[in-house]
Structure formats: structure tokens, C-alpha cells
């Protein structure tokens, strides 16, 4: 029987919905941890991003226009910010600000700790950002985000409208707030993610994952580290041995969920879920509870590996 066939409120262990490809996933994995649904009744989940000093997590909503909070002592799920402007992406920086991706207006948002709100790039050269999607924040401080145009390609995540800029990965500077693209050439740039020690910046492309080598600032030698065919990815994040967890879907069941990967690029297990997984993000106390949105619900599972991101 295939892992969500059965009524999961009691599941003999080890969890079916968590498989061993290559042993070594054996070490990364809780042999008596079970895969949760933490919530249900989204349309269309992203952007997960923990907060620890809060014990909480957001994640966005996309068509339903909001941010949601769920709290990890009542474990129940509030609207956080309504509307969000479609927000999609989300991520902290180094002084624990939201840095948010919004569709609806086009830009990269932080908000401060007073709660007002600072738009970091809305545009380029006189010209609209198409509809950032993924964020991630350096150990310098830049914040990196992918601008593949999705949330203008209809009106359910956003407003229809017309690309007027190359669908790039952007890096903000953060000594001058200038921003300007560093990786060109992709299809539609998605995830991002660097490696723990920061050599290395993997971005989800359409069907495949692209790693390219960091020169200083300047990703280079891009190149797919892993083909994910018949399904692909979205978001992405490492853990501290540098293993790569990368969100999978539209491949169906047996291949929806989470697919970890080692640094060269072998699968090494894979987490099921009943749905297309959208995003990740390693939180809880100890950075080893890996959160999963994926279609319609939230979902979790304790892990043995440990998230890199920071903060």
C-alpha cells in the first residue's frame, strides 16, 4: 500500500511515506518520526520561513492573497498579513527581518521591526520587475531573489501583464540597496539556496536544478546538478552537511514531496506526501524539523540533518 492510502493517525514504523534510496539517508532520517499534516485549506502554498525566537512559522497563500502564521505551542494556523499582495517567497535577514517576494506589486518587500514596510527593487532601468518568486539572504547581508514571471502568467496568483525584463536571478546589494542580475540565461529561474559554506548556489530551473560556483559575489560555470524528470522542483534548501532538499512535484504519487540529494548529486531518499510540495525550510529549536508546504496543506517531519540557513 502506497503511504497516504492509510489512515495515518497510526502508522507502524518506519514511516512508509519516508524512503531510503542510498543508505546514508538512513543518518538524516528519525526512524520513529512519522510525516504530519499540520494544516489543510490553503489554495496554493509557499514560502515557508521559521521564526524561532517567535516559535512560529509564516508561509504564503498565494491566491488566497495572505500570509499565514502557524504557532508551534497552540498549533494553530492565523492570518498574519491580509492582503499580502500576493506574496510568494520569504525569508529573514541577518537581524531577523520578513523579506518577502510579492506578485501583485511586483517587488521585494522588507518588513522592519516596527512592522512598516521598505520596498528594496520594484524595478530596473525604468522597467518592472516581472514577479519575484524566491528569496534568499547572504552571509554579506545581499539579498538574492529569482524573477521568473510566473505570477504574471494569469490572474490567479496575480495581475496577467506583460514581461518587460529578462526573467533573471537578482542580487541587492546590501552597502548601496543597488540591484542588478547575476544569472541570465535560464528558463525560469525558481529556488534558490546556497551551499552551507556559501560556495556554491543551486537554482531551480524548469525540470532540472542548476548549481553554479560562487567567484566572490558572481555565480559562474552554471551546470544541472540534478535532472528531475518526469516531475521538477521549486523551492530549495541544504542542511549542514551540504545535502540539498529540493521540493518535488507534477510527477505524481512516488515522486511528490521532498527528494534530499548528497553534494554530487545522488538521491538519497525521498519524503511522500499526497500532494505537490511547493517549499521547505528546516525550523523548530534545533533547525531538525523540516516544514513542507505543499498544494493545499502543511506538512512536517523531525530529521536528524540540520538546517544551514541563517538566521
Not at 35 to 57: A, I, M, S
Not at 142 to 161: C, H, K, L, M, Q
Not at 230 to 246: E, F, K, Q, T, V
Amino acid at each position: 500500500m502506497y503511504a497516504w492510502d492509510a489512515d495515518r493517525t497510526i502508522v507502524r514504523f518506519p514511516d512508509p511515506a519516508i524512503e531510503i534510496v542510498d543508505p546514508r539517508f538512513a543518518g538524516l532520517v528519525v526512524g520513529h518520526e512519522v510525516v504530519e499534516r499540520l494544516w489543510t485549506g490553503g489554495r496554493w502554498l509557499e514560502g515557508p520561513v521559521w521564526f524561532g525566537d517567535g516559535h512560529y512559522l509564516l508561509f504564503s497563500d498565494i491566491p488566497n492573497n495572505r500570509i499565514l502564521r502557524w504557532d508551534e505551542r497552540t498549533g494553530r494556523v492565523e492570518p498574519f498579513r491580509e492582503p499580502s499582495d500576493n506574496a510568494n517567497g520569504n525569508t529573514r535577514d541577518l537581524v531577523g527581518r520578513l523579506v518577502t517576494c510579492e506578485h501583485l506589486t511586483r517587488r521585494v518587500t522588507r518588513t522592519n521591526h516596527d512592522g512598516t514596510i521598505t520596498v528594496l527593487m520594484d524595478s530596473y532601468d525604468g522597467r518592472p520587475l516581472n514577479a519575484p518568486n524566491d528569496v534568499i539572504v547572504s552571509r554579506d547581508g545581499a539579498v538574492w531573489f529569482s524573477d521568473p514571471g510566473w505570477g504574471i502568467t494569469g490572474n490567479y496568483e496575480g495581475d496577467r501583464a506583460e514581461e518587460e525584463i529578462g526573467r533573471y536571478v537578482w542580487r541587492i546589494d546590501p552597502s548601496t540597496g543597488a540591484g542588478s542580475p547575476v544569472v541570465e540565461g535560464m528558463s525560469r529561474p525558481n529556488g534558490l539556496c546556497f551551499s552551507p559554506d556559501e560556495t556554491r548556489l543551486y537554482v531551480v530551473d524548469v525540470g532540472h536544478i542548476r548549481v553554479f560556483d560562487m567567484d566572490g559575489t558572481r555565480p559562474v560555470d552554471g551546470r544541472v546538478f540534478v535532472d528531475m524528470a518526469p516531475g521538477g522542483s521549486d523551492g530549495i534548501r541544504c542542511d549542514r552537511d551540504g545535502n540539498l532538499w529540493a521540493a518535488a512535484g507534477d510527477g505524481g504519487a512516488g515522486f511528490d514531496g521532498v527528494h534530499c540529494y548528497a553534494p554530487d548529486g545522488t538521491l538519497l531518499g525521498r519524503i511522500h506526501l499526497p500532494e505537490t510540495c511547493s517549499n521547505l525550510v528546516f525550523g523548530g529549536v534545533k533547525k531538525n524539523r523540516l516544514f513542507m508546504t505543499a498544494s493545499r496543506s502543511l506538512y512536517s517531519v523531525y530529521v536528524e540533518a540540520l538546517g544551514a540557513q541563517h538566521p
